[in-house]
């Protein structure tokens, strides 16, 4: 079985600040890892995977997350901030074996950007 | 726009009296999931449908049922709803299966117990 946790339940930051949502995993399998977002009145959308292969992966509106296996971290950063980015980020866990369905979420982290 | 959808977004029942929640998908995706979120917790994943075959979640108490009519439609069942159940319900769905297929969630049905 696999959890996930993400120690922040609220971050505010101020706008062209960096940021960094931490997320941690627990598992005694291989896993992949995800970041979903969800801002206000819409579903999850996914933001970025980590798969296999290179441990840095990016999204297209400039976030970026590293897999860290040592440490079993696989953190969200962004160098500056917009307040467009004002939503709830939530790192999910899979087991990377075939066949797998279930993602297990962390509780979230809320992201404010003040202007 | 191609889009999952879930009616309605808000709705309200009361304690023991059934509810069925939808979710239509326009995507054409072979699996779809339901999910349950209750307030400042993570998504639970309650079952899924790869086609037409029904997997169910070991801890997914026998209140919660499905039903897949067809590709484009996925109905959740909840038989006597009890004031633990009120949460935000999501549906999510996913071309192919497994976790390296991406999940497209629609925006949750609010459910609330009285």
């Known amino acids: 079985a696999q959890s996930v946790t993400q120690l922040d339940s609220q971050v505010p930051v101020f706008e062209e600040a960096p940021v960094e949502l931490r997320c941690n995993y627990s598992s005694s399998v291989s896993v992949y890892l995800f970041w979903y977002v969800q801002y206000p009145n819409q579903g999850l959308q996914l933001l970025l995977k980590y798969l296999s292969g290179s441990t840095l992966v990016e999204s297209i509106n400039g976030f970026e997350a590293e897999f860290n296996k040592s440490q079993t971290s696989f953190h969200l950063r962004k160098p500056s901030v917009h307040i467009s980015d004002t939503a709830e980020y939530f790192c999910a866990v899979s087991d990377s074996g075939a066949g797998s369905y279930q993602l297990t979420f962390g509780k979230g982290t809320k992201l404010s950007v003040i202007p | 726009d191609a889009m999952v959808i879930q009616n309605p977004r808000y709705q309200v029942t009361q304690f023991g009296k059934p509810v069925t929640l939808s979710c239509s998908q326009t995507l054409n995706h072979n699996v779809m999931y339901w999910y349950q979120q209750k307030s400042s917790q993570a998504p639970k994943l309650l079952f899924h449908?790869?086609?037409?075959?029904?997997?169910n979640e070991a801890d997914t108490p026998d209140n919660f049922q499905s039903r897949r009519p067809n590709t484009s439609f996925c109905f959740l069942d909840i038989r006597s709803p009890g004031l633990g159940d009120a949460a935000m319900y999501l549906c999510?769905?996913?071309?192919?299966?497994?976790?390296?297929?991406?999940?497209?969630f629609g925006p949750g049905t609010r459910l609330t117990v009285t």
């Open positions: 999510a769905t996913s071309r192919g299966g497994g976790t390296t297929y991406e999940q497209y």
């Open positions: 449908y790869y086609d037409k075959d029904f997997n």
